[in-house]
Each structure stands twice: as structure tokens, then as C-alpha cells.
Nanobody
Framework: QVQLVESGGGLVQAGGSLRLSCAAS????????MGWFRQAPGREREFVAA????????DYADSVKGRFTISRDNARNTVFLQMNSLKLGDTAIYYC?????????????????WGQGTQVTVSS
């Protein structure tokens, strides 16, 4: 069982930045691909970004390309999501997820473990 704990969410003005972190409670963190998903009120959960187990491959939703960056620190069992140029439409609960498959994917069904989420609110 892998526990994932997100942090770093909050309230930010449009155009601002936030950095989300997700700490994993597993000694085999470096074998998992990691992903970030988000869910806004009244909408389905959607893919944001993913990174392979080595960190050598990343994938982004078109809506965040050029603004968000996913990275990982396997020594600290942590994955990050740097969010710049935030827009009102980025407001959502952001979830961290881990996939034992090891390869980054935008498909939520491939992820085995999920965090509780952290709220990101972008104001005008």
C-alpha cells in the first residue's frame, strides 16, 4: 500500500504561481510513474501531467503545456507540480497518483494509488 500526501495548494491570483508537492510512503517510489490530475466542481477528473519512473519522460495536458512542469526527486520520494501563469480555469482539487506500471500515462485507470487532493483556487 502506498500513501500519497499532497501539499502546496492555496489561493492565488490569476497570473501567479504555486508549487504542489506529493510525498509518497514507499521505499520503491523510484519504480512508480507519477501523475497529477484535477477535478473542478461539476466536472470530471482530468489529466494534468505525468512523469515516468526515471523522470526521463513527461506528458502534459494541452491546457497546461508551457505553464506547468512536473518533476520528481526519487531520493525524497516526492513529485512536484510547478504551476505558473495560473488561470481561473485552473481552479480545482489537484490529486497526485502513482502507477506501478512505471510509464507515464494520461489514463487515470492505470494509476493504482491516489492522494486525498489539495485545493487550488485562482482568483481574478
Amino acid at each position: 500500500q502506498v500513501q500519497l500526501v499532497e501539499s502546496g495548494g492555496g489561493l492565488v491570483q490569476a497570473g501567479g504561481s504555486l508549487r504542489l508537492s506529493c510525498a509518497a510512503s514507499t521505499r520503491t517510489f523510484n519504480t512508480y510513474a507519477m501523475g497529477w490530475f484535477r477535478q473542478a466542481p461539476g466536472r470530471e477528473r482530468e489529466f494534468v501531467a505525468a512523469i515516468s519512473w526515471t523522470g526521463g519522460s513527461t506528458d502534459y495536458a494541452d491546457s497546461v503545456k508551457g505553464r506547468f512542469t512536473i518533476s520528481r526527486d526519487n531520493a525524497r520520494n516526492t513529485v512536484f507540480l510547478q504551476m505558473n501563469s495560473l488561470k481561473l480555469g485552473d481552479t480545482a482539487i489537484y490529486y497526485c497518483a502513482a502507477s506501478a506500471g512505471g510509464y507515464s500515462s494520461s489514463y487515470y485507470g492505470l494509476y493504482d494509488y491516489w492522494g486525498q487532493g489539495t485545493q487550488v483556487t485562482v482568483s481574478s
